[in-house]
């Protein structure tokens, strides 16, 4: 806020006051080297090439769609509400002072939510990435749910241990996850570059400018492409009262890692089409697919592109940290409201880090992981798991893009007209992910039964969040009458 401007109500002040003063028992371990790494490892996945592959020569012209309607709209919108709420919590508490307590619940549980649903999916990502990286004799491990399930369980142990010590050791897991992913986007980017300079590749032009024919297909591919590539900027913010200097350096991370991005994905895409066919595309590791087949032109290559399959390993592990580290803070701070028990909030003596929460959503996840891969192939299942934690990411982003819309009553000034616009455009764009994303992009058994588990997952899950919210109110007006 500026100076001159007249302050917000008395009670926007006083919970943004509260909220602050239960951040000061945390260490401030974030700084915007960290930030800048972790955006840049938690927004460039590694299927989203292979999503945006399908569309094909015009794959360069949807990356620019969707980047000038979703990526620049949704972080113009962070910049903005993180600067008048560095909170701890982020969107959680954005929403719940821009609207209220129950849209804040609400949309915390659905980016809960979206946290189980990408960690259950780790496991099978990382098996893929094995089998690529260790050769055909491994091709069995992503079909193995007893390897998965071990796998998963292995990683999410580890994950409790560094969660409950903090993000003093967190943030390096994320740190080198980072720098293992930027040598491997290089990697797969350099490599079609090095074959057509030495004759291997006949033909290969990074930038096509072909422009996009209009289909329910093409509307579907760049719906994912834009919410679910280019999303993740607000993750960042749940850790604001971690950070140091949040309202400063997490603008100025945004801003940094976005170009960066944008050239990842662009330039990774185009590998990807230059070595893997349509009807082969591998949606869960299409970046060491690439890669094997790019490095069977050179002798020893075949070992470098092993090395580089394995630090998506890295990659993989770095982000589901980043996902589990925001999703014990989200029970967390609704403990602080009372809308969950305290005992979530309670936290470890010696780390500062909400210890009983961390144990609470490393069993919850893998449950989720395991159960998820019952009765469905691994295609099918990576597909069901992504869809439905887009939905959940949908809803919220509905939300974060209705703050500035009509949201914020309790401050005075209204957000600027160019970000008002700038939100309802990523608000459109997001409302059609959540239309369209019920549509499966690989072979599935029965596209009906496909679309069922989704629906009712979502709108059981959120059904379940109400509840859960109600009961809390009640509880928590009883307590005070008494």
Known sequence: MRSDEPPPDRGFLEEEHRVKSHSDAFKKELGLRDLVLTQIVFVVGTSWVGTAAKLGPSQTAYWLFAILLFYLPIAAVIIYLNRIMPLEGGLYQWAKLGFNEFTGFIVAWNLWLLGISVMAGTGLVIATNLSYALGPAAAWLPASRLFVSALNGLLFAALILVTIRGLSIGKWVHNVGAILLLITYGTLIALPFIARATGKLPDYHPIVWALPTVSLFGLNIFSKMALGALSGFEYIAIL???????????????????PIIALMFILGTSSVMAY??????????????ALS?????????????????????????AVVSIYFIGNTRLPMVAGWDNLLPGWFSRLHRRHKTPVNSVLFVGIVTLIFAIVSQLGVGAQEAFQVID???????GIAYLALFAIPICGLRALPVRAPLWLRIAAAIGF?????????????????????AFATKIIVATLGANLLGALIFVAARRRRQAASTS
């Open 276 to 289: 893997t066919r349509f009807a082969e595309l591998d949606l869960i590791g299409p970046v060491p697919q």
């Open 428 to 448: 459109l764009v997001t409302l059609l992910y959540i239309v369209l994303t019920i549509v499966p992009i690989v072979h599935v058994e029965s596209r009906a």
């Open 240 to 258: 604001a009262g971690e950070t140091r200097a949040p309202v400063k350096n997490i603008g100025r991370s945004v801003i940094i890692a976005a």
């Open 293 to 317: 087949a790019g490095a069977r032109a050179f002798g020893a290559g075949a070992i470098v592109a092993s090395v580089a399959i394995l630090m998506l390993v890295g990659r993989s592990i």
């Open 387 to 393: 869809n439905a934690a887009g939905i959940f990411y």
